[in-house]
């Protein structure tokens, strides 16, 4: 465990050659189903212009061997994992997996590793996104975890999106530490004011969007319809006029001379319906 001013205590690797790595948990591994999987697909890697075929995960010996073979290697053990310092070792478990070993678990999330330790702690993978190509498509979103057990997310930033028909919307920064991007948020039809009905499956396509403390603002939001409510498993998820906001596993992102565009992303979740009924929408402004 780290103690960060950005992101409170969070996970890293305790001892070994990845001592301080940052470990991370992915929005699409849910009710025993990795969405971090071991199939080969293509996204870029190491930079827009480099799509690359790759797999999600793998062993956590491609890491150390600066293997670019998975995005994200999982972090594994040898016998029963040990709690550090401040971790809590009733939620530290292990799930087998083939071809990589003993992943480690952590409150029922697996644990990956992305980027080395950095001074002062910038992990680059929090709320990372890769959804579709040009980006990875795991379809799913990226988070530090909490001794707690709960996802770290820091303290979110919205911001104006543009769509690409030059629509305004509300947007959350997402990839900060390394190429921020107005993302896209959705409301959901089904919640009630500051509730989300959004779970399971659902959440799984449609990824709260989490924050530690009241949300950053850009661009001349109005600051009296942000907030955020805590959840039934004790997360801050940001609201708009009291309604919870969702990124969606399948948001379209853009390149422009080569670089990711960060003004915005495709909007391409609007009227799509949830598992159970309901439906999201953008939230546009003026």
Not at 112 to 117: A, E, H, N
Not at 191 to 196: C, E, F, Q, Y
Request: hydrophobic share 35%; glycine share 16%.
């Amino acid at each position: 465990m780290v103690s960060t001013s950005a992101y409170g205590a969070v996970l890293v690797v305790g001892s070994g050659v990845l001592a301080g790595y940052p470990l991370y948990a992915f929005s699409g591994d849910a009710d025993g189903r990795p969405g971090c999987g071991t199939n080969l697909k293509s996204g870029f890697d190491l930079g827009p212009e480099a799509t690359v075929p790759l797999t999600c995960t793998g062993p956590e010996s491609d890491l150390v061997k600066g293997n670019a073979t998975d995005d994200w290697p999982a972090f594994t053990t040898v016998g029963a994992p040990v709690a550090g310092r401040g971790v809590n070792g009733r939620l530290l478990a292990t799930v087998r997996r083939r071809g990589i070993g003993d992943q480690v678990t952590y409150g029922g999330h697996p644990l990956y590793l992305f980027d080395p330790v950095s001074r002062p702690f910038d992990p680059e993978g929090e709320d990372y996104m890769e959804t579709v190509k040009p980006l990875a498509p795991w379809h799913g979103y990226w988070f530090l975890v909490s001794p707690s057990g709960q996802l770290a997310p820091g303290r979110t930033t919205l911001e104006v999106g543009v769509l690409p028909d030059g629509r305004r919307v509300l947007a959350a920064e997402t990839d900060p530490n390394v190429s921020p991007i107005a993302t896209t948020v959705y409301t959901y039809s089904r919640d009630r004011t500051g509730v989300s009905s959004c779970a399971g499956a659902c959440a799984v396509e449609w990824i709260p969007v989490l924050t530690s403390r009241t949300p950053l603002l850009r661009g001349g939001l109005d600051a009296s319809a942000i907030g955020a409510v805590r959840q039934p498993d004790g997360s801050l998820q940001v609201t708009y006029g009291g309604r919870p906001l969702y990124f969606y596993s399948r948001e379209r992102v853009f390149l422009r001379s080569g670089h990711l565009l960060g003004s915005g992303t495709a909007g391409n979740g609007n009227g799509m319906t949830a598992p159970q009924g309901g439906t999201f929408r953008f939230v546009p402004l003026g």
